[in-house]
T-cell receptor, first 117, second 113 residues
Framework: EAGVAQSPRYKIIEKRQSVAFWCNPI?????LYWYQQILGQGPKLLIQFQNNGVVDDSQLPKDRFSAERLKGVDSTLKIQPAKLEDSAVYLC???????????????FGPGTRLTVL | AQSVTQPDIHITVSEGASLELRCNYSYGATPYLFWYVQSPGQGLQLLLKYFSGDTLVQGIKGFEAEFKRSQSSFNLRKPSVHWSDAAEYFCAVGAQGAQKLVFGQGTRLTINP
């Protein structure tokens, strides 16, 4: 079974530029998550999708971050314009369970390391 | 809201020695608890999880964790570490089942030969 795929693996941009990350979850997984992991910290949930609908985006900085999951499969996360403090690893995860369901393991991709100069 | 504290930022142990990584959580309801491991440049891999039942949970790679409700703790243990265990370890608490995870800041484990 293929795991969660993410691209690119690394990205370096200058502040005020825009950037987009792509995630392909495990086939058949209904729930998809984007996390931000700043160096030295644990991952922080940015947004959670159930199929192609948003379940939780309470911690997404909506003035600059946006995400979509068209057709309930792949997802893209965009930052526009980027700030220095956006430098982090962006992790995508997926799970087979429905929102609110117990005990569904989240499978993580390798992440995209973003450096904003 | 739930929160997780991992008191130790960095731990060094010798190969073959025992290991215990600490995790304390705060959550108003019955917690769903997890330990993940992250190797450099890799995503997170689930080591073990606790939802209910036996408070001693066995995981992969020889790890185990014990849930202690009275201490709000979920410490990770391994009787004998291997050099390949060097990595970052994250404790997480789940609300609404496992659908929303809050992670601790992580503990970096270094193994001395």
């Amino acid at each position: 079974e293929a795991g969660v795929a993410q691209s690119p693996r690394y990205k370096i941009i200058e502040k005020r530029q825009s950037v987009a990350f792509w995630c392909n979850p495990i086939s058949g997984h209904a729930t998809l998550y984007w996390y931000q992991q700043i160096l030295g910290q644990g991952p922080k949930l940015l947004i959670q999708f159930q199929n192609n609908g948003v379940v939780d985006d309470s911690q997404l900085p909506k003035d600059r971050f946006s995400a979509e999951r068209l057709k309930g499969v792949d997802s893209t996360l965009k930052i526009q314009p980027a700030k220095l403090e956006d430098s982090a690893v962006y992790l995508c995860a997926s799970s087979s369970g429905l929102a609110g369901g117990p005990g569904n393991e989240q499978f993580f991709g390798p992440g995209t390391r973003l450096t904003v100069l | 809201a739930q929160s997780v504290t991992q008191p130790d930022i960095h731990i060094t142990v010798s190969e073959g020695a025992s290991l215990e990584l600490r995790c304390n959580y705060s959550y108003g309801a019955t917690p769903y608890l997890f330990w993940y491991v992250q190797s450099p440049g890799q995503g997170l891999q689930l080591l073990l999880k606790y939802f209910s039942g036996d408070t001693l949970v066995q995981g992969i790679k020889g790890f185990e964790a014990e849930f202690k409700r009275s201490q709000s703790s979920f410490n990770l243990r391994k009787p004998s570490v291997h050099w390949s265990d060097a990595a970052e370890y994250f404790c997480a608490v789940g609300a609404q089942g496992a659908q929303k995870l809050v992670f601790g800041q992580g503990t970096r484990l270094t193994i001395n030969p």
